[in-house]
T-cell receptor, first 112, second 115 residues
Framework: DQQVKQNSPSLSVQEGRISILNCDYT??????FLWYKKYPAEGPTFLIS?????DKNEDGRFTVFLNKSAKHLSLHIVPSQPGDSAVYFC???????????FGTGTRLLVSP | ETGVTQTPRHLVMGMTNKKSLKCEQH?????MYWYKQSAKKPLELMFV???????ENNSVPSRFSPECPNSSHLFLHLHTLQPEDSALYLC??????????????FGPGTRLTVL
């Protein structure tokens, strides 16, 4: 049973527009959430994270929103750029437990 | 070399072969991880090492044997694998395993094909 779900396998967006990637989780013990970005032939790279005590974290063009009651988080990229085209993985863990639980990823394509 | 490196990048092996995957991290981290990524599945944690000691084995079959001689190096020894073991094997490291800001840094992975 998948505890972290990314229900959209792919997303296409035009350059300059907003990209919104979604992630749902089922384990209410998760208290820290991360987004990783993966280019072909490379390993995932850490992008942004959020603790469960916050509902928003912003870093430049990237903002992560957390809705604990809905067990939902989202990654907003504004404005989207062609270089953002990659697979984005959502991951979660809880304090004291070292295991990261990943979603299956969403492939983002940003067209010029 | 910087970050996390993995060798080989690609490996094709028969079911009776013995091979090893190597991971090295140049970040001064104390924890290292092996993950498996199969097609259309999430990354699955296999093993965790913290200060050279194995702290997690996620019910991995014994045909996968990890080795961590020091905090900078991690190996995955492979023996009598099955075709369904074909996957991308990713190594990662982090400063530690506890505490909230222990983001993991990944290597590029080894694409393994078992014939």
């Amino acid at each position: 049973d998948q505890q972290v779900k990314q229900n959209s396998p792919s997303l296409s967006v035009q350059e300059g527009r907003i990209s919104i990637l979604n992630c749902d989780y089922t384990n209410s013990m998760f208290d820290y959430f991360l987004w990783y970005k993966k280019y072909p032939a490379e390993g995932p790279t850490f992008l942004i994270s959020i603790s469960s005590i916050k509902d928003k974290n912003e870093d430049g063009r990237f903002t992560v929103f957390l809705n604990k009651s809905a067990k939902h988080l989202s990654l907003h990229i504004v404005p989207s750029q062609p270089g953002d085209s990659a697979v984005y993985f959502c991951a979660a863990r809880y304090t004291g437990f070292q295991k990261l639980v990943f979603g299956t990823g969403t492939r983002l394509l940003v067209s010029p | 070399e910087t970050g996390v490196t993995q060798t080989p990048r690609h490996l094709v092996m028969g079911m009776t072969n013995k091979k090893s995957l190597k991971c090295e991290q140049h970040l001064g981290h104390n924890a290292m991880y092996w993950y498996k990524q199969s097609a259309k599945k999430p990354l699955e944690l296999m093993f965790v090492y913290n200060f050279k000691e194995q702290t997690e084995n996620n019910s991995v079959p014994s045909r996968f044997s990890p080795e961590c001689p020091n905090s900078s190096h991690l190996f995955l020894h492979l023996h009598t694998l099955q075709p369904e073991d074909s996957a991308l094997y990713l190594c990662a490291s982090s400063p530690g395993t506890s505490g909230i800001h222990n983001e993991q840094f990944f290597g590029p992975g080894t694409r393994l094909t078992v014939l």
